[in-house]
Every structure is written in C-alpha cells, then in structure tokens.
C-alpha cells in the first residue's frame, strides 16, 4: 500500500464546475496536510495546507479533512483553464519527511 | 530573495558521469529538502538538511549519491557514475518548519 494515494486522473470538468480531488494516507500519525499545484514542466507550488479535522477556505479552493477516514479532498469552486495542472497531495506524519502522492491530472475544458 | 534557487536547470550527460547539482535555499530557511521526480509521479523524497547537517536520506538513494549543505546555506548533491535510471527532475525545497515548503524550478538530468 502507497503511503499517499491518489486518482492519476485525469480528471475533466468543464469551466465554471466544481472539481473535486481526493487523497488517501496509511499513516494514522499524519498531522499536517498539503496541496500543491503542479504545471507542466514546473516546480510544484502550494495551493493550501491544513491540519484539523473539517473545511478550510481559501478563495476558490476548500480543503477537507477527515483523519478517521484518513481522507483529504481538494474543491475548486468556479474552475478555469488556467486550473488545468496536476495536482499533488501531500502528508507530513509529524517529523521533517513530507511524502507526496502521483497526483491526479486535472483538465479544465473551456 | 527571490526564492529557490537551483542550477543548473538542465543537464545532459554520458552514462558514466559524474554530476554536481547545486541548490540556495531562501536565506532565513533552515531546512533543505531535496526530492527526485519522474514523469507521471509525485516527488520522492531523497534527503534532508537542517542546518548543515543531514538529518535523513532515503534508501532509494544509492552509495553514488551524496549531499552536502556546507554551512548551513546552499547545498549539493552529487551523483557519481551515473546510470539512465538517474534521468529525472532533481527538486530542492526550503522551508523554516513542517508548513509550507517553497520549491526551486529544479534541475533535469538527462543521462544518454
């Protein structure tokens, strides 16, 4: 079993939708939880990080958590082109080591 | 301080070769990360710096590879009598806590 597991996707949606992105982890000690954005080509880039149980907002994205389920999601509200971007979900278990699942591609269709 | 820094930001090298990759962390950032990425998955973590010393490696990372962050600022990871296999995109990524970490663009290593 992967540590973070992801859908590679891809995931299409078309403008003005909701995408919906989701992540799994085994690790029950996990404490601390990103999104990066990721263009082709280019260094990945954070979109938002959360560690509570429950939603976190951010303009067009919401984070959400659920540790008994070991489960967070990604909502993009409003999507656009420029959204079109693999997106990495990542978990910290508390020490310095950050794991990152494979991504899930995202395509945003105008 | 613009950010991460990394050169080069592409290497073409024989099979065989040795390669030295170079990474300036943002200045106030004491924790230094590098991460290793292959076409179509996330990137793996390879070892970690806080302050100069190298706290973890992971074992995907054989004898011919090696890092060092000197005095605590830039690092380097060299990767001696390199294989195919070694072609991927070499990610640096600074940070001062476990929060957010800030990515360089990174260095691909094509090894021919």
């Known amino acids: 079993q992967k540590e973070v597991e992801q859908n590679s996707g891809p995931l299409s949606v078309p403008e003005g939708a909701i995408a919906s992105l989701n992540c799994t982890y085994s690790?029950?000690?996990?404490?601390?939880f990103f999104w990066y954005r990721q263009y082709s080509g280019k260094s990945p880039e954070l979109i938002m990080f959360?560690?509570?149980?429950g939603d976190k907002e951010d303009g067009r994205f919401t984070a959400q958590l659920n540790k008994a389920s070991q489960y967070v999601s990604l909502l993009i509200r409003d999507s656009q082109p420029s959204d079109s971007a693999t997106y990495l979900c990542?978990?910290?278990?508390?020490?310095?080591?950050?794991?990152f699942g494979a991504g899930t591609r995202l395509f945003v269709k105008a | 301080d613009t950010g991460v820094s990394q050169n080069p930001r592409h290497k073409i090298t024989k099979r065989g070769q040795n390669v030295t990759f170079r990474c300036d962390p943002i200045?106030?950032?004491?924790?230094l990360y590098w991460y290793r990425q292959t076409l179509g998955q996330g990137p793996e973590f390879l070892t970690y710096?806080?302050?100069?010393?190298?706290?973890?490696k992971s074992r995907l990372l054989s004898d011919r590879f090696s890092a060092e962050r000197p005095k605590g600022s830039f690092s380097t990871l060299e990767i001696q009598r390199t294989e195919q296999g070694d072609s991927a995109m070499y990610l640096c990524?600074?940070?001062?806590?476990?929060?957010?970490?800030?990515f360089g663009q990174g260095t691909r290593l094509t090894v021919v």
């Open positions: 990524a600074s940070t001062t806590s476990n929060t957010e970490a800030f």
């Open positions: 690790d029950r000690g996990s404490q601390s």
């Open positions: 959360i560690y509570s149980n």
């Open positions: 990542a978990v910290n278990t508390g020490g310095f080591k950050t794991i």
């Open positions: 200045s106030e950032h004491n924790r």
């Open positions: 710096f806080q302050n100069e010393a190298q706290l973890e």
